[in-house]
């Protein structure tokens, strides 16, 4: 069953290293959204595909990711 993930878009400062780390790259920055920061935050483009691994989440120096087992 996929996971879901829950971003705090705001304290993303678009770093992408949360890219790089997810084995089924499902995450890129968000187009349709610019923060707080001036930064297009990471969004999933296919939640239905994640793996619930945990790499993005572990990975952010800023913690802005949480993984919700589905």
């Known amino acids: 069953m996929a996971?879901?993930?829950?971003?705090r878009r705001d304290a993303c400062k678009g770093c992408n290293v949360c890219i790089n780390f997810c084995p089924k790259?499902?995450?890129a920055p968000d187009?349709?959204?610019l923060n707080?920061?001036?930064v297009?935050?990471?969004t999933v483009?296919?939640?239905?595909?994640?793996?619930?691994?945990?790499n993005c989440?572990?990975?952010c120096p800023d913690g802005v990711i949480d993984v919700i087992p589905g």
Do not use: V, W
Request: aromatic share 6%; net charge positive; proline share 7%.
């Open 45 to 54: 483009t296919d939640e239905t595909q994640c793996i619930g691994c945990k």
């Open 57 to 59: 989440a572990i990975m």
């Open 3 to 7: 996971s879901k993930l829950k971003f």
């Open 36 to 38: 707080r920061n001036g």
């Open 31 to 33: 187009p349709d959204y």
């Open 40 to 42: 297009h935050p990471i």
């Open 25 to 27: 790259a499902l995450l």
